[in-house]
């Protein structure tokens, strides 16, 4: 059974940037498609970065040119860096692994929090 575990998160001024830690446990993180999602209180949850096994990797518009997903093999983790962050961008950041696709997420962790003030 996959788990999932984010740190990293914090609050930032509009500009800075700021790095995500993925760690998994229990499966190896290469064989799933790992992604990133975000919610904002009172909105429906986001998909904002994956990688596939083979390292495709993909965006949503907003954080293109800013966000980069990746993936440590030999550690197990997942990363997401985050560059000229907004203050849009502030939301709770989740950890998603899908074994079959990358449309059927069905692993999280808790989350991590990232604040981004004007």
């Known amino acids: 059974q996959v788990q999932l575990v984010e740190s990293g998160g914090g609050s930032v001024q509009s500009g800075g940037s700021l790095g995500l830690f993925c760690a998994v446990s229990?499966?190896?993180?290469?064989?799933?498609?790992m992604g990133w999602f975000r919610q904002a209180p009172g909105e429906e949850r986001e998909a904002v970065a994956s990688?596939?096994?083979?390292?495709?990797?993909s965006y949503t518009d907003p954080v293109k040119g800013r966000f980069t997903i990746s993936q440590d093999n030999a550690r197990n983790t997942l990363r997401l860096r985050m560059d000229s962050l907004k203050p849009e961008d502030t939301a709770m950041y989740y950890c998603?692994?899908?074994?079959?696709?990358?449309?059927?997420?069905?692993?999280w962790g808790r989350g991590t929090q990232v604040t981004v003030s004007s």
């Open positions: 998603a692994a899908d074994y079959w696709g990358c449309t059927g997420f069905t692993y």
């Open positions: 229990g499966d190896a993180a290469s064989t799933y498609c």
């Open positions: 990688i596939t096994r083979n390292g495709w990797t």
